[in-house]
């Protein structure tokens, strides 16, 4: 997929599930936050595709819990 498209399609994903670029250390739906999303796709070990959607964003809320869950045990 083109790095266009990509951005186009991440765009609509941070309106519909709330994430926003500050979160990512992103200043732009660009290029740079593609591979923001993909080193952070690979560390969670979801399908590398650049695109922060619905399974990306699923993978952060779990190992999220899981950080909180460690911390308070």
């Given at each position: ?26 200043d732009a739906f660009?290029?740079d936050l593609i ?39």
């Amino acid at each position: 997929m083109s790095s266009e498209r990509t951005n186009a399609w991440n765009r609509g994903y941070s309106a519909k599930l709330g994430w926003t670029l500050a979160e990512l250390g992103a200043d732009a739906f660009d290029r740079d936050l593609i591979r923001i999303v993909e080193a952070i796709q690979a560390q969670l070990e979801v399908e590398v595709d650049g695109l922060f959607g619905p399974a990306t964003y699923a993978a952060c809320l779990a190992a999220e819990v899981t950080k909180l869950s460690s911390e308070l045990a």
